[in-house]
């Protein structure tokens, strides 16, 4: 029975990554730009219907909707080769056509503004499917459309849809340089806060990381956001891949997210991918064994969430959980030869409280995509030191706190009005007592610890840090 997800694509970088995606998607299962099944489409075995459903006349609409508050990159879409893929009535764009502004409490208000509007539209879609089994949304944490609309969605989600799995591929901005976004650790604050409380699931995609990747590993001196996205593009659809090829194992996403999240907090996801490699010449000489893709997938210039770590602290770092989900031509005796060697060298450094043991998911190649490689291997891993990432969140948002930097921007919003700014305060609570978990995970005591954290502010003078505890216990 197909489970089907409903993709929501918000703002420009949200727009951008889901056009990505669907073009991969398409060209995975034989797909035209119409919409049209190829001709050479003929193998089965793969369910389109998860991600896709079929109109009267037989063509695959993507099950999507795709919204922002200014026009330019949605009118790209409806231009381009790939304008006849979508259904036009899941398409919003708002009426004034100026954006957030980049401003987080801009995109939550008109998102609060246009609410009924949007809602219809992803019921219109949920009562289309069989059996939902839940959202995926595609954002930055940066902008205002994504971050702020995209917040908002989060809670009306989690008030419609309690029942549905949400999950997110959230993109952090590029920590190393200036951005042109001067708010952007206010924005990035104000939307980890509805990460955390109202998501199952958040797979991150670090901007920093991603352009390190295409610098190194694509050797790209000066990559574009194109050249970014379609990295992007390739982690979403590898990690679809169980879903879209069942197997009898991570099938569908309840079980992926708990395979991988055992405590609802550190749902944060990191991922890897290889071989990524354009060289000619690296293609010729290497000969991709499960192996070799495993023990690659630990290596941290694989990994797409770049560590702010001190080298004391990065030691100490310990994997959650693991799933490689591992495409191409394997034999599972490999699987299982691999997982012993890397015991054998302590490659993966895991928690003491819980299974130390990689997880592995064999999923077939799409039979329409050639690549010049046998076998490829995605990681999603939940990793403590994750935290470092919304430790830097929190150090930038404290320097522009500190001088009281850019407020009236937020001011001018029902939620800011009258100088109230305890939603900062809250949000930065949060995501504090969200490093303080993911620390408290590299310890051995750690499922006392949450027992006693949660008996002291329960006990305690009953201040607002009981009340957010016992909502982020949920």
């Not at 990432?389 to 001018?412: T, V």
């Not at 303080?436 to 750690?446: F, L, Q, T």
Request: proline fraction near 3%.
């Amino acid at each position: 029975m197909p489970r089907e997800i409903i993709t929501l694509q918000v703002g420009q970088c949200g727009n951008q990554i889901g056009m990505e995606f669907w073009k991969q998607l398409c060209l995975e299962h034989g797909i035209s730009k119409e919409g049209i099944l190829e001709d050479f489409a003929t193998q089965g075995g793969d369910r389109k219907d998860v991600f896709f459903y079929q109109a009267d006349d037989e063509h695959y609409i993507p099950r999507a909707l795709l919204m922002d508050l200014e026009p330019r990159v949605i009118n790209g879409i409806q231009n381009s080769d790939y304008r006849n893929l979508y259904n036009h009535e899941n398409i919003y764009l708002s009426d004034h056509g100026g954006g957030a502004g980049n401003n987080w409490a801009s995109g939550y208000h008109q998102g609060e503004q246009v609410e009924e509007d949007i809602m219809d539209m992803i019921d219109r879609e949920a009562d289309g499917s069989d059996s939902l089994e839940g959202f995926v949304l595609c954002h930055s944490i940066a902008g205002g459309t994504g971050s702020g609309m995209g917040s908002y969605l989060l809670e009306a989600l989690n008030d419609r849809y309690s029942k549905k799995l949400v999950q997110t591929y959230s993109v952090f901005p590029n920590q190393m340089e200036t951005s042109d976004v001067v708010v952007q650790p206010y924005n990035s604050l104000l939307t980890l806060k509805r990460l955390t409380l109202n998501a199952d699931c958040v797979v991150v995609l670090d901007n920093t990381a991603l352009n390190r990747i295409a610098v190194d590993r694509l050797h790209i001196q000066n990559p574009t956001f194109a050249q970014t996205n379609s990295l992007v593009s390739t982690v979403m659809s590898a990690s679809t891949t169980t879903l879209r090829y069942p197997g009898y194992m991570n099938n569908d996403l309840v079980g992926l997210v708990a395979s991988l999240i055992p405590t609802p907090r550190c749902h944060f996801l990191m991922t890897g991918y290889t071989p990524l490699t354009v060289e000619r010449q690296a293609n010729a000489i290497r000969k991709t064994t499960v192996l070799d893709v495993m023990r690659r997938l630990l290596q941290a210039k694989n990994i797409m969430v770049s560590s702010y770590a001190r080298t004391k602290e990065a030691s100490q770092a310990k994997y959650i959980s693991i799933l490689n989900i591992i495409q191409g031509e394997v034999d599972p005796t490999q699987v299982h030869k691999s997982l012993q060697r890397i015991r054998e060298r302590k490659l993966a450094n895991f928690i003491e409280w819980g299974p130390a043991s990689i997880q592995v998911a064999l999923s077939r190649k799409s039979p329409y995509v050639q690549t010049s490689h046998r076998v490829s291997g995605l990681m999603l891993a939940s990793h403590t030191s994750i935290r470092h990432l919304f430790s830097k969140c929190l150090s930038q948002y404290e320097k522009l706190r500190k001088k009281q930097a850019f407020l009236d921007n937020y001011r001018k919003f029902p939620m800011f009005a009258d100088n109230d700014l305890s939603e900062f305060d809250e949000s930065r609570e949060i995501v504090q007592s969200l490093v303080d978990e993911y620390k408290a995970c590299e310890s051995p005591d750690y499922i006392k610890w949450g027992m006693e954290d949660r008996n002291r502010t329960l006990t305690g003078d009953g201040s607002s840090t009981g009340t957010l505890d016992s909502r982020l216990a949920m």
